[in-house]
């Protein structure tokens, strides 16, 4: 705990760690409602099948599991880099809920222009509908939280009104 103005506040890796769970788990729950015709195991298969190829789909539990663990190291990556680099994205956006919306965009981008071709899975080719859908996804469940949270954090909880 460090204290600010008097007040005791969780340390930073502290507060970033609690921000990567819960970036972490509301992304994964949407991708399980979002492909609500596929079983969870199979959304975190195709995940694990980024590293182990088709395999992944041929395994049971195990992977499942790396799935489950390849989603939350990519989440949780992205929500500590977009923690520690709010206080740049607020001086130059002036806005949360712009920063948000940018965090998700380039969220989006990494994980589907980036990470996802260069994986085992490789290329595809995306529909608007779906781009639209899964941005709409990432601001709730990754922009807004950690916006929300890092704002608190760096702000004493003190949510200046000029980015409200």
């Given at each position: 705990m460090e204290k600010i103005d008097g007040k005791r506040q969780p340390g930073k890796y502290t507060v970033i760690a609690w921000t990567g769970l819960l970036t972490s788990t509301l992304?994964?729950?949407a991708a399980i409602l979002s492909a609500h015709k596929m079983p969870a195991a199979t959304v975190f298969k195709f995940i694990a099948s980024g590293v182990f190829g088709k395999a992944a789909f041929a395994?049971?539990?195990?992977?499942?599991?790396?799935?489950?663990?390849?989603?939350?190291?990519?989440a949780y990556s992205?929500?500590?880099?977009?923690?520690?680099?709010?206080?740049?994205?607020?001086?130059?956006?002036k806005n949360k809920y712009v920063v948000a919306v940018g965090f998700a965009l380039i969220a989006w981008v990494i994980t589907h222009l980036v990470?996802?071709?260069?994986?085992?899975?490789?290329?595809?080719?995306?529909?608007?509908?779906?781009?639209?859908?899964?941005?709409?996804?990432?601001?709730?469940?990754?922009?807004?939280?950690?916006?929300?949270?890092?704002?608190?954090?760096?702000?004493?909880g003190n949510f200046r009104a000029n980015l409200s």
């Open positions: 992304d994964a729950v395994g049971g539990f195990e992977m499942v599991g790396a799935g489950i663990f390849f989603h939350y190291l990519i992205i929500t500590a880099v977009f923690f520690v680099l709010y206080p740049m994205f607020i001086l130059f956006l990470i996802v071709p260069l994986s085992r899975i490789g290329w595809s080719h995306m529909e608007i509908g779906g781009i639209v859908i899964g941005m709409g996804i990432l601001i709730i469940t990754i922009g807004l939280p950690i916006v929300l949270i890092a704002d608190r954090y760096y702000y004493n």
